[in-house]
C-alpha cells in the first residue's frame, strides 16, 4: 500500500501551497485533484467537455471517475502521496483508507470570509499555472509572471458565482470528513491565516509519524 498524507480545507485555505511544501520535504508524490481534472477539461474529448462543465459550474465530478484519474496520474514506484482536493465526500474518504496507508490528515482552519477573499484576488499564470494574488503576492508587473512572463488569469471557477458554489460543495460535503479522520485519530488542525513559512513549520514540526 503507499503512504498518504491529505489536507483538507475549504479551497483558498492553502492547501495547495503546503501540500507542494511538504511534497518537496518528504519526496512523495503531490496529487493536486483540481489540477488533474482541469488537465482533463482541456481536452476536446467528451469526457473533457463534461468535466470542464462541471468543473466551471462549481459542482463536483464523480467518484468513480476520481478514483481512475487518481490511479492514472500516480507513478507505480511512487515513495508516497500528498493528496491535495481529495477526498471530497464521504465515499471518496472510505476510498482512501481502504486503498492507502494513511499517516496523517492536515486540516488547515481559515474563516469562510477570508478563504474567499483569497479566492476573488488569486490569478494563476496562463503558462505555468504559478499563483498570485492580486493584494498578498502581487507580480511584479502588472498581469504578467514573474517566472515566465506567461499572461495571469482569473481561474473560470474563482467568478464570484462559481466560489459560491464551491463554497456550498464544501461545507456539504467536505467538512463532515473533518470529524470522520478526528475519530481516526489522523486530524491535526493547523491554523491557516499566518504566513506560509509559519504554516509549513508548524507542520514539519508535526512530521514525527514515520
Ligand atoms: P479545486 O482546484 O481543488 O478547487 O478543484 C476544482 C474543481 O475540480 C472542483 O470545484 C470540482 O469541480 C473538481 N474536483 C476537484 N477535486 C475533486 C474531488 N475530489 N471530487 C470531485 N470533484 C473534484
Given at each position: 500500500m503507499i503512504d498518504a498524507i491529505v489536507f483538507l480545507g475549504?479551497?483558498?485555505?492553502?492547501k495547495g501551497t503546503q501540500a507542494k511544501l511538504l511534497a518537496a520535504h518528504t519526496g512523495f508524490e503531490h496529487l493536486n485533484m483540481g489540477d488533474v481534472l482541469r488537465e482533463q477539461s482541456r481536452l476536446s474529448t467528451p469526457l473533457g467537455k463534461e468535466v470542464k462543465s462541471i468543473i466551471d459550474g462549481g459542482e463536483l465530478v464523480s467518484d468513480e471517475l476520481v478514483y481512475k484519474l487518481i490511479s492514472t496520474a500516480?507513478?507505480?514506484?511512487?515513495?508516497g502521496v500528498i493528496f491535495d482536493g481529495?477526498?471530497?465526500?464521504p465515499a471518496q474518504a472510505e476510498h482512501l483508507v481502504k486503498n492507502y496507508r494513511l499517516a496523517r490528515v492536515y486540516y488547515l482552519e481559515i474563516k469562510e470570509a477570508d478563504a474567499i477573499a483569497r479566492l476573488e484576488g488569486r490569478r494563476v499564470c496562463s503558462k505555468c499555472g504559478a499563483n498570485y494574488h492580486i493584494q498578498n503576492k502581487p507580480p511584479?508587473?502588472?498581469?504578467?509572471?514573474?517566472?515566465?512572463?506567461g499572461l495571469l488569469i482569473t481561474r473560470a471557477d474563482d467568478s464570484p458565482k462559481a466560489i459560491a458554489e464551491r463554497v456550498k460543495a464544501f461545507y456539504k460535503e467536505t467538512f463532515k470528513l473533518k470529524d470522520f479522520f478526528a475519530k481516526m485519530g489522523l486530524l491535526v488542525a493547523i491554523p491557516?491565516?499566518?504566513?506560509i513559512d509559519d504554516i509549513h513549520r508548524m507542520i514539519l514540526g508535526d512530521i514525527h509519524w514515520d
Open positions: 475549504i479551497q483558498g485555505s492553502g500516480l507513478p507505480a514506484d511512487c515513495l481529495f477526498p471530497r465526500t511584479e508587473k502588472r498581469g504578467v509572471c514573474d517566472l515566465c512572463d491557516a491565516l499566518g504566513s
